[in-house]
C-alpha cells in the first residue's frame, strides 16, 4: 500500500468514527433519559384509608363495619396492604324472629399490583390477594318454642359463642388521585371461605368483615385514602 492509499484510507476511518460518534452517543443519552425518567424509589411512601361502604352500610341495615387500611407503595407497582376492622350485628328475622349479636375485630393482609401500563400515573388499576382472619363470639336467641304435647314454652338460644373464621379474597379496583395526597377508589372483592369453627348450635349468619355467611360471596369497599 502506497503512502497516498494508507493516508487516505486513515482520513476515511477517522471521518467515519467522527460522524458515527454523535449518533452513538446521543443513542447512549437517550437511553439514559428514558432510565432515568421510569426510575423511582423503590419505597415510595404509604398511604392510610378508610371504608366508606361499611359505614353507610351498618347506617340503613342491620350490621356493617368500621374499617382503615394501611398500603405501602413499592415502585408505584406493588402494594403489600394491611386491612383492620370492627364488624357488627344486631338482627331479629322478621320471620323466625331468631335474634342474632356479634361485635369483633378482622384482619387482612395482602399485596395489590399496579396493572396499568403507566405506572406512576395518577390513576391505577389495582388486583390483588388477601388472606383474612377473624375470631368472635356472637349471640343467638328468639322467643321460646310452645310444647303443644306439655305445654309451656321451651326456650332456644346461646351466649358468647366463639367461633374462628378464614378466607381468602381476590380483588380487583381503581385508585384516582383526586387532589394532593387525597385518593379515591373502589375495589370489588370475591370471598372464599378456606375454614370455620364447627358448631352445634349450627352455622354462623354473620362474620364481622365477611358478612352474611350465606351471600357474601361477592362484596365492594370504597376507599377515601391519603398520602403520606
Avoid at 404509604?46 to 342491620?62: E, M, N, R, W
Avoid at 389495582?126 to 343467638?140: E, H, I, M, P, Q
Avoid at 358468647?160 to 379515591?184: M, R, T, Y
Amino acid at each position: 500500500m502506497t503512502l497516498r492509499a494508507a493516508t487516505f484510507a486513515y482520513i476515511s476511518s477517522l471521518a467515519i468514527s467522527l460522524a458515527v460518534l454523535p449518533v452513538h452517543a446521543q443513542k447512549k443519552k437517550s437511553i439514559a433519559e428514558e432510565v432515568a425518567a421510569d426510575s423511582t424509589a423503590f419505597f415510595n411512601g404509604f398511604a392510610v384509608s378508610a371504608d366508606l361502604v361499611g359505614i353507610v352500610q351498618y347506617a340503613v341495615s342491620d350490621y356493617g363495619q368500621f374499617e382503615g387500611a394501611l398500603r405501602l407503595n413499592l415502585l408505584d407497582k406493588y402494594f403489600p396492604t394491611v386491612e383492620i376492622g370492627v364488624g357488627r350485628a344486631n338482627s331479629e328475622d322478621d320471620i323466625t324472629r331468631v335474634i342474632y349479636k356479634t361485635t369483633a375485630p378482622y384482619f387482612r393482609i395482602g399485596c395489590d399490583y399496579n396493572l396499568a401500563k403507566d405506572k406512576h400515573d395518577i390513576y391505577r388499576i389495582l388486583g390483588g390477594l388477601r388472606y383474612a382472619f377473624t375470631s368472635f363470639k356472637f349471640d343467638v336467641s328468639r322467643p321460646g318454642l310452645v310444647d303443644s304435647k306439655f305445654g309451656g314454652e321451651v326456650p332456644y338460644g346461646a351466649e358468647g359463642v366463639s367461633c374462628n373464621f378464614h378466607w381468602v379474597e381476590a380483588v380487583l379496583g381503581v385508585d384516582a388521585k383526586l387532589w394532593g395526597p387525597i385518593h379515591l377508589g373502589w375495589f370489588a372483592r370475591y370471598r372464599k371461605r378456606l375454614s370455620h369453627s364447627n358448631l352445634d348450635i349450627g352455622n354462623e349468619w354473620y362474620v364481622p368483615g365477611f358478612g352474611e355467611t350465606g351471600s357474601s360471596i361477592i362484596g365492594a369497599t370504597f376507599n377515601l385514602t391519603i398520602d403520606i
